[in-house]
Structure formats: C-alpha cells, structure tokens
Nanobody, 119 residues
Framework: VHLEESGGGLVQAGDSLRLSCAAS????????IAWYRQAPGKQREWVAQ????????NYTDSVKGRFTISRDNAKSTMYLTMNGLRSEDTAVYYC?????????????WGQGTRVTVSS
C-alpha cells in the first residue's frame, strides 16, 4: 500500500484547506484509514478516521465541528476538509492505513503534507 498526501500550504487563521490522500497498491486489504498530525516539537496525534467498515467517522475533540473526513472510493482517495483553521492546527498531516497481514497488522504512512496557519 502506498499513500500520498497533498493539499497542504500556508493559510491565515479562519481559512479552509482540503487535504487529499491518494492510496494505491492492495487497497482492498485496508481495514482502517485515518489522518494524523504532528506539530513542531510534539508527538504525532490522531486526528480523524473511518471506523466500523467505513460507516462511521471519528474525530479528536479539538477538530470536531471544524474538520470533515471523507473519501471517494472510485478515486481511491481520502480527504480532510479543514474549516476555521487555527494556529494550533499548524502541523505536518499524515495519512495512515492499517492492513491485516498474516503475521499481524501492517501500518502504512504517507510522507506528510505541511499545514501552516498564521494568526
């Protein structure tokens, strides 16, 4: 599985951005797909994901009501639409996928896309 993010950039507080994560390879084996982020000097944190076979979405509290995770199966692409951006949203955003391998779960990450929010 290969994941490639795009869509990051420099924006002002209150602006919106849409990140994309294009998946390729054996994507039919993916059972969890999510967005994470890592702010400067901080640990990587979970942001949002699809769960229950893709039927439900879950968000970390700090982005609820502002961020929306979505996907286009025909394009094998997942999105993160971010509205009302704040300076604390500044981070490198990563796409993550989990695959059930014969010896356990395999974890895949994209290279990340940087989002900088100026106040």
């Amino acid at each position: 599985v290969h994941l490639e993010e795009s869509g990051g950039g420099l924006v002002q507080a209150g602006d919106s951005l849409r990140l994309s994560c294009a998946a390729s390879g054996d994507i039919s084996s993916i059972h969890t797909i999510a967005w994470y982020r890592q702010a400067p000097g901080k640990q990587r944190e979970w942001v949002a994901q699809f769960s229950s076979g893709g039927k439900n979405t879950n968000y970390t509290d700090s982005v609820k009501g502002r961020f929306t995770i979505s996907r286009d199966n025909a394009k094998s692409t997942m999105y993160l639409t971010m509205n009302g951006l704040r300076s604390e949203d500044t981070a490198v955003y990563y796409c993550y996928a989990a695959v059930a391998g014969w010896a356990g779960t395999l974890h895949y990450w994209g290279q990340g896309t940087r989002v900088t929010v100026s106040s």
